[in-house]
């Protein structure tokens, strides 16, 4: 049974490969191979694995389906979850779910700059199509991209596998144009906001957040390297603070070719609010808990410049302008 994602087509081969050793010992055992792809999120796995929405199960025999049956069946007394298809479907399930959720968040993201230049504020337009049932309201939220280890690694699976069957994913491939070019939005508001990239040479930007996501150190396409480097590049100083990932982000930089050159413009600091010291502006990467209800007087008093870049749009505008800070944020 293989539960790891894998391009279509894998499980054909682990049985070619299986069949053929036991043909070179001359031996018959009958055997089935099944693909369960897993649903697990990071920092959620447990409770996704015991609370499953659906399990998806591929197998090509009845014997195979009533094992996987009996398999499941002790853990899903009251809904049985399990949906049974062909093995390169059940392959198929886990890209085509992650690359359609990763669409979402694409599709979003463009709507929300379309939003900046037209005027229209993306948190209004995204309550309006969310409450439409076709949509729905998930994977709706407007930010600086995604990261991980899943999303994009399966949308770029996804595209090869197209390519390798001489079909062109035009969809998904805008999937990842857009991504690229969504981890940049926080810098280029921010050289915006200074009349230019040349204006950032000894800026100090404090930096919240640096995994993909809250709940884990994972930096993996990560946005905060993203602008980290183009920060770097920039001449600025960056103080950043995560609460899990600062040694896994260490780790990152001190493997960069540049490493000895920009170890004097990284400052790794001990709380967030270390990190505003004597800031000229605050880039909100990562929306962890943490960061959602700070206090606002602490930071204006600690900055130099009380100058916010929202890139998970979780603090009210109307909020901050009355504790007196300039704020930006993603379509708004």
């Not at 969809?171 to 230019?196: H, P, S, W």
């Amino acid at each position: 049974m293989t539960k790891s994602t894998v391009p279509v087509g894998t499980a054909k081969k682990v049985k070619a490969a299986i069949q053929e050793e036991l043909d070179k010992r001359g031996v018959n055992i009958p055997f089935d191979v099944a693909s369960n792809p897993e649903f697990l999120k990071e920092g959620s796995a447990i409770t996704d694995f015991m609370k499953p929405d659906r399990v998806v199960v591929g197998v090509e025999s009845e014997r195979a389906k009533e094992h996987m049956t009996r398999l499941y069946r002790p853990m899903m007394l009251n809904n049985f979850r399990v949906i049974f298809t062909d093995i390169p479907s059940a392959e198929m399930i886990k890209y085509a779910a992650n690359s359609m959720l990763a669409t979402r968040i694409s599709f979003m993201n463009d709507i929300a700059n379309l939003c900046e230049l037209v005027g229209a504020d993306v948190n209004m337009v995204r309550k309006g199509i969310g409450s439409d049932t076709r949509i729905g309201s998930k994977f709706l939220y407007p930010g600086c991209g995604y990261g991980g280890s899943c999303f994009p690694k399966d949308v770029k699976a996804l595209i090869k596998t197209a390519e390798k069957n001489g079909y062109k994913m035009g969809v998904l491939k805008a999937v990842e144009e857009v991504n690229e070019y969504q981890k940049t939005v926080l810098f280029k508001k921010l050289a915006a906001r200074f009349g230019g990239v040349e204006n950032l040479k000894g800026k100090t930007i404090a930096m919240w957040g640096l995994a993909f996501k809250p709940e884990t150190d994972d930096m993996r396409e990560a946005t905060a390297l993203v602008l980290i480097d183009l920060l770097v590049k920039a001449g600025a100083v960056v103080r950043v603070y995560d609460p899990v990932a600062m040694n896994e982000c260490k780790r990152r930089m001190a493997a960069r070719g540049d490493a000895a050159t920009i170890a004097s413009q990284i400052v790794y600091c001990n709380d967030m609010y270390e990190a505003l010291l004597d800031a000229d502006a605050l880039l909100l990467v990562t929306e962890w808990k943490q960061f959602r209800m700070p206090s606002f007087g602490v930071m204006k008093k600690s900055m130099k410049n009380a100058l916010i870049i929202d890139g998970r749009n979780i603090y009210d505008p109307k909020e901050l302008a009355e504790a007196g800070f300039e704020y930006s944020a993603i379509g708004c």
